[in-house]
């Protein structure tokens, strides 16, 4: 049975996230205007939650499939 496991694209999703919020400090050093503040307000703070809630949907996605793996493995004592 092929393993199936989210865990590596988690881990990317996270990093790229880590990655923007980074890059957003960093331009929010410079970048002060009400222009900026629109900008993280209706694009930015919206991806930051949905990044986060599809972070935690997928991690509950890995468990369960995991778990799935588990239990469709034969118990190898029961066979004998």
């Given at each position: 049975?092929?393993?199936?496991?989210l865990t590596?694209?988690i881990?990317?999703?996270?990093?790229?996230g880590e990655s923007?919020?980074?890059e957003w400090?960093?331009?929010?050093?410079s970048?002060?205007?009400?222009n900026?503040?629109?900008?993280?307000?209706?694009?930015l703070?919206?991806?930051?939650?949905?990044l986060?809630n599809?972070?935690s949907?997928?991690q509950?996605?890995?468990?369960?499939?995991?778990?799935?793996?588990r239990?469709?493995v034969?118990?190898?004592?029961?066979?004998y």
């Amino acid at each position: 049975m092929r393993n199936f496991d989210l865990t590596s694209h988690i881990g990317r999703l996270r990093e790229i996230g880590e990655s923007i919020e980074e890059e957003w400090n960093e331009t929010a050093e410079s970048w002060t205007d009400s222009n900026s503040q629109t900008f993280e307000k209706e694009h930015l703070q919206p991806f930051f939650t949905e990044l986060s809630n599809a972070l935690s949907v997928m991690q509950r996605m890995s468990d369960l499939t995991r778990q799935a793996q588990r239990d469709c493995v034969p118990d190898r004592e029961s066979d004998y």
